[in-house]
């Protein structure tokens, strides 16, 4: 365990059976968050997408009031860092999937990471993640579709069903820009928390923008596109597969001040 990370089970130091089945099984689902000032920008998504999970995956909540009391006791304090909050059961293998009760709960600390890129060329795949409604702990595909996309060259990958139909990235949610309208993909996904505060942001501006199914084909009719996530909350997208953008298309500074402007909600 790194020495800058600080991981607890539900409170208590992890334990060796807990890290054990953490190596050898992956049934579970998470979310992530930056800690500033002791608050969370979309605290309340973050918590009620947990409770989701726990519920679909293990037929029983955690509670927002455990929930909140594992991740103030695991911060100790501390007022800006990087929050990882992860759902799982020791009772849960491939040969015996029936357990029902409360998950556990692993909170890591660690400290905040860096925005993703300044800007990122992205590679076409045909691939869509199980379950993708879930933020789940089953990374296998994201990361070998990110390993394949930089070894063609690319920065990472952006998914699309075998009709072409686009959905997410790897880590994070996709915008596309055609005048001054940003259009969200419509397709099985993880709707982000950052993806959620921006759309919303961009309602109470008074901007347009709406959900429509983006295809392959369409992306040469698109001005501009940009990624977002909890780390990276607007960045510009120079190149999906040959199809070059202006970055400046997109209305990063808008996107940020948005982000910005989101109240951090107390844990």
Partial sequence: ????RRLLVDGEPVSEGDLIYQALANYGAYTSFRV???????????LDRLEMSAR?????????GRLRELMQSALEGQ??????????????????PGWTGRPKVMVSVSPPPPPLAESLRLQVQTYGREAAHLKHTANFGLIRARRLARAAGFDDALFADGTGLISEGSLWNIGFVR?????????????????T???RGLEACGLPSRTAPVRREDLAG????????????????AAID???????????????????SQPCQPI
Avoid at 1 to 4: E, L, N, Q, V
């Fill in 222 to 237: 698109f001005d501009g596109a940009f990624i977002c996530n909890s780390a990276t909350p607007a960045c510009p997208v």
């Fill in 1 to 4: 365990m790194a020495a800058d």
């Fill in 197 to 199: 505060l921006l759309r």
């Fill in 79 to 96: 007022g800006d860092c990087w929050l990882r909050v992860s759902l799982f059961s020791p009772e849960i293998w491939p040969r015996t």
């Fill in 56 to 64: 679909e995956l293990f037929g029983e909540g955690v509670g927002e």
């Fill in 242 to 260: 040959a199809v070059v953008f202006d970055p400046a298309a997109a209305p990063l500074e808008t996107l940020r001040a948005i982000w910005a």
């Fill in 179 to 195: 005048g001054d309208e940003v259009i969200w993909p419509e397709a099985p996904m993880l709707t982000g928390v950052t993806l």
């Fill in 36 to 46: 500033e000032d002791g608050g969370v920008r979309g605290l309340d998504l973050h």
